[in-house]
């Protein structure tokens, strides 16, 4: 599918989304609406970007976003939007070429998060971000 039903976010209740390996090419804004919502998994997909409004899953444990299309931007937005959240145990950003500054941004907000324990980034994304900042 590359279109995620909109539909799925009035679920109020809903604990768990795996949509991993689809071509889905954005989510709605709506997804935020999900209070309830634990685990969000969206490996493999084509998305660019992603909404804001997932920093109001106040609920969620388990994000992976690895495999997408996104670059810096959408990760230091990602950044951004899951800074107050303190509940989040698995982040999945690996697969991106990320540079250094990008996952300075993700660590910088996530340091309040004490509930973090795994952030899954393979070595050549770490290695790449390591050269990023020996160039500089």
Known sequence: IETFPESVCFLKSLK???????RLLELPAS??????????????NRLTYLP???GQLS?????????NACGDDCLEALAMSLA????LVK???????????????????????????????????AAAAA???AQK
């Open 16 to 22: 768990r989304i795996a949509a991993r390996s689809n």
């Open 31 to 44: 997804i935020g609406q999900l209070e309830a919502l634990e685990s969000l998994d969206l490996k493999a």
């Open 52 to 54: 804001a409004s997932i």
């Open 59 to 67: 609920m969620l444990k388990l994000l992976d976003v690895s495999h």
């Open 84 to 87: 107050s959240n303190t509940t």
């Open 91 to 125: 982040l999945a950003i690996d697969g991106y070429g990320a540079s250094a500054s990008a996952l300075k941004s993700v660590a910088t907000a996530m340091a309040r998060n004490r509930s973090l324990l795994d952030v899954a980034l393979p070595e050549r994304d």
């Open 131 to 133: 050269g990023d900042v």
